[in-house]
């Protein structure tokens, strides 16, 4: 009933170039490389056709590199070698008694 | 054989616990529950050696343990389910498409994205933000979406980790982006 509503031109637009929802799950795939050779021709296709998208893959891709760095400068600081040593031996001792 | 898994998995502890270790302080942020948790992860997985495969590496299951301890230890803590905060996420990523054709309702673009990349690198108040916008996902989502940046772990191993499905993956790295990129617009003005 629902889908009538929907004008041709769009439902073309969305089959053919994807909607705007599965063109900005694409981008996510692409940038690792886990994208189709259609879907790829596809998402092309629909970037140049809607300026929002290719805004949004745009500001994606700068998150990606923002949210690196900030992640990397958010890591702590690893165990020092004898709170290492003591943990995993406490580990060691514990799996013992079982 | 008792004593063979013992010394299999007290070679683990030697190999991985500083990994695991670090993994489990950055997520909970706490030195004595990230030490718990790595015991707990060892002990299960002297428990329940039998199911290990080998169809993993040894290192991906211990994780996949590690970030199951971590969920019930969040669990534990928090009143709201995390079920509910997983709905009211998906909610607010289907608010931005409409329902039938998939595109856009409405998209802002702030003044965030004029600044330019270097500045944001360096300016602590989106440096919080970003932070905020970070603990303000759903925690799978989130554990996902810092285990594909932080660690540069390739996708297979990450839904090993987490047990997700290829789909369910990337459907979740593309929600959390999507409302990630939308709390940092809101709230950097």
Redesign the interface.
Known sequence: M??K??PLK?RIM?GIFL????A??LM??KA?G?IGFIENIQLFWHKGMCK??A??EK??R???????????????A??SESE?ST??A???S???K? | MNYNEKAILSDWVHQFTNELFAWALYKTGSKENAEDLVQDTFLSAFSAFDTFTGQSSPKTWLFRILNNKIVDSYRRSKKIPLELVEDAAKERFDKNFNAETGMWNEFEAGQIWSVEEKHLLDDPKFQNILAVCLDNLPLKWNIALTSKYLSEKKSEEICKELDLTASNYWQIIHRAKLLLRQCIEKKYR
């Open positions: 629902h889908r509503k929907i769009v969305t909607s705007c929802k599965k900005t799950e996510e795939r690792e886990n929002v998208c805004l949004y500001q994606t700068l998150l990606n590199r923002l949210l690196q760095k900030h992640l990397l400068q958010r890591k702590a690893p165990l290492s943990l995993r406490k580990i060691i514990e799996i013992e079982k």
